[in-house]
């Protein structure tokens, strides 16, 4: 099995950790704002004055790929890799720490974007329909976000306990 995971592999869980919390995280918001932009277009096409409320609305579920590429860059510059000189000797047990630490914000981030779409469409609608709760309609996809901002948290509290391995 040690030949298996010989030098490097650490450095390889470590990097794909990152990887993947910018990776899922971003696809998770792209999709998502894909979805809330569909919306506020049709809304923009009756009511062109909706622009800049939709708009608010529809940059919402963006906000996990900004959450993701910061935990890979956190993660990238606790291996070294920002500053040109990586962590070669990264123990196995320390690259899957460092992939477990990325894993909320990768995972959480995904799902928590596309949901939060769905209430940015939900609100979309509401607010073609009555402006004057425009407010009230950026809390229901607020409240997905707390979700998103919790994965964060606790991949950068992790990714800092890490470093103790």
Known sequence: MSAVFSDGSGLFFAI????????????GSARGVGMAGQAAAGVVT???????RV???QLLPGTQGIYGLLIAFVAMNNLGI?????????????????LGACLPMAIVGYISAINQAKAAVASIALVSKRPDQF??????????????????????????GVGNI
Do not use: H, R, W
């Open 16 to 27: 794909l950790g990152a990887a993947l919390a910018a990776l899922l995280a971003g696809a």
């Open 46 to 52: 009756d009511q062109p004055d909706m622009f800049g």
């Open 55 to 57: 708009l608010i609305l």
């Open 82 to 98: 920002m500053s040109g000189s990586p962590e070669v000797n990264c123990s196995l047990l320390k690259g899957l720490a460092y």
């Open 135 to 160: 407010g009230k309609s950026m809390l229901f996809p607020a409240m997905v976000e707390t979700y998103a901002i919790f994965a964060l948290l606790i991949s950068i509290l992790a990714l800092n």
